[in-house]
């Protein structure tokens, strides 16, 4: 069994004190490290997770304005497509136009010409007549002569033509 002596009282007054050392030295430090630790971590953990809220809200941010720049990108492109076709039905009307114009006026370049050449013949024409009845009158006609007549008018046309 154990016996009560003095040592025993001594070991545990030992003990006594050696626990008290320890507590107010070792233990009391110690404990002091471990909750300055957890309240670092937890100021990490409540920074992480204010961090990543604010990168949660800047993201969401981001995407707003990405979403509101592809509108605006939308919008602008459509806009250039609606002016793209506009420009391009003026072009065509103003071709269509162009073109128009220059059949009139070759049109009416073509009928003054017919004019002219229509003029130039009956002119001509009238010249021949009077040139063959003048002939006629003087001289009295065979059927050589005629002919003959008949061919140097042609060939006096021709002349002229050339000659023109």
Avoid at 101 to 119: C, G, N, P, S, Y
Wanted: glycine share 2%; with cysteine.
């Amino acid at each position: 069994m154990v016996e009560l002596n003095g040592t025993l009282l001594i070991q545990i007054l030992n003990f006594i004190i050696l626990c008290a050392i320890l507590g107010h030295y070792c233990y009391k430090p110690i404990i002091k490290i471990l909750d300055e630790r957890a309240n670092r971590i937890k100021n990490d953990l409540d920074s992480a997770a204010k961090s990543r809220d604010d990168a949660a809200k800047l993201k969401e941010s981001y995407e707003a304005q990405l979403s509101e720049a592809q509108v605006k990108a939308n919008e602008i492109v459509s806009k250039a497509v609606k002016e793209a076709e506009v420009q391009a039905q003026a072009q065509i009307q103003a071709a269509h136009e162009a073109i128009e114009k220059e059949k009139e006026a070759a049109t009416k370049q073509i009928e003054r010409e017919r004019k002219d050449a229509l003029d130039d013949l009956k002119s001509q024409f009238a010249a021949i007549s009077c040139d063959i009845a003048a002939k006629i009158i003087s001289t009295n006609m065979t059927p050589d002569i005629n002919d003959r007549l008949i061919n140097e008018s042609i060939a006096k046309l021709d002349a002229q033509k050339a000659g023109k």
